[in-house]
Structure formats: structure tokens, C-alpha cells
């Protein structure tokens, strides 16, 4: 039981992901023995939705304003206190008032470049999630709901000349230089092929 009501929040709080039903989940192990479900995302698509906001037992909630932020950010396991935070975009759902009843709010971050894709390793994650902040004087109540990223961005090659020496000491010194350091097997193409066919 919560002390004159300061250890409870004073409301819950939903994210809902618009057309969140027809959008494709990725199950990620995210600890020793939990797995969840996230929705994915492309890099360049637009994150959407709405915020629910329910205020328990229906008292009233005083608040100093209600903000939505799409946060990317990155998370080491040797160094939980600091995240890197690469991206944040965020934008304000109520300002500050006092809410009697619960209430729905739209968001959109529209078309967000997410330049890396998500990841949960054991050393280091890589996290997307949209956050929801009431505003209070002495606690904020948040909530955050994480997504997934996939990006079908290829890096772009590298294809550097490459120089070698070769030879014997104060007799004999050869330089070779190649433009590139990867070339195409033209015949491999043929080679695979006649495999196909003889199969």
C-alpha cells in the first residue's frame, strides 16, 4: 500500500501504434529468459499512434504538461548509468492543466531516418522506443513502448588500390600495384550455372 498515495501513479498510461494489428512483430530475446514482441519499422517510415491516458479512481491529475518523444539510444552493460542518446525528436500532447477524466492524443514523428538497426546484445543494446512523460511536480508517471529496426541500407564498399613489395635486401626490389583490392571472377558466373544444369 502506497503512503498517502505518493508510491502509486496517479494514472496508466497506453501507447498504441497506429495499424499496429497488420504490422509485422519481432520476438527478441531481450533477457536470460524473456523474450518479447515488437512491431518493426523501416528506416525513413513515419512512427504514429496515440496516447491513452487513464486517470485512476477518478480523481483529478495535476500535471505541468504531457509530451510524447521518439528517443534512440544506446545502452552499454559495463556502463548502465550513461546512455547514448543518437536520436530525439519529441513533441507536446497537453499543456499544463489538470486532467478529471481519461484522454486520447495523437502523435506522428514523420518519415524518421533510423541509421542504425536495433539490437539487444549481451555487452550492448541498441533501443528505438517512443516514451510518454506526464509532467509532475514531485514525480513524472512515464511510459515507454519500444519498436524494432530494420534497415536495408548496404554500406557502401570500400574498394581501395592495394600496393605490394617484393625482394632481396640491397640486390633487388620489385613494386606492384593493383587499382583495386577486389575484382570479379568473370568465369564464376559460368561455373555455377553449368553446376545447375549438370544437376
Not at 7 to 15: K, Q, R
Not at 126 to 135: A, D, E, H, K
Not at 146 to 153: A, F, K, N, P
Request: hydrophobic share 35%; glycine share 6%; aromatic share 12%.
Amino acid at each position: 500500500m502506497a503512503l498517502f498515495g505518493l508510491g502509486s501513479s496517479a494514472a496508466d498510461i497506453d501507447v498504441l501504434f497506429s495499424v499496429e494489428d497488420q504490422r509485422k512483430v519481432v520476438e527478441v530475446k531481450v533477457d536470460k529468459d524473456r523474450k518479447s514482441k515488437f512491431p518493426l519499422y523501416f528506416d525513413g517510415e513515419s512512427v504514429s499512434g496515440k496516447v491513452v491516458v487513464r486517470v485512476k479512481d477518478g480523481k483529478k491529475l495535476e500535471h505541468q504538461g504531457i509530451k510524447v518523444e521518439f528517443i534512440g539510444h544506446i545502452e552499454l552493460f559495463y556502463d548502465r548509468g550513461n546512455h547514448y542518446e543518437f536520436s530525439s525528436l519529441s513533441q507536446e500532447l497537453a499543456a499544463p492543466g489538470e486532467l478529471r477524466q481519461s484522454g486520447n492524443y495523437d502523435f506522428e514523428f514523420r518519415n524518421i531516418e533510423k541509421q542504425y538497426e536495433s539490437y539487444f546484445g549481451i555487452n550492448v543494446k541498441l533501443r528505438y522506443f517512443v516514451r510518454v512523460t506526464i509532467s509532475r511536480r514531485l514525480s513524472d508517471i512515464t511510459k515507454e513502448r519500444d519498436i524494432w529496426v530494420h534497415s536495408y541500407r548496404t554500406p557502401p564498399e570500400v574498394n581501395n588500390s592495394i600496393k605490394m613489395e617484393v625482394g632481396i635486401e640491397d640486390c633487388l626490389h620489385i613494386e606492384f600495384e593493383y587499382n583495386k583490392s577486389k575484382y570479379v571472377n568473370p568465369f564464376k558466373e559460368e561455373y555455377s550455372k553449368e553446376l545447375l544444369d549438370t544437376t
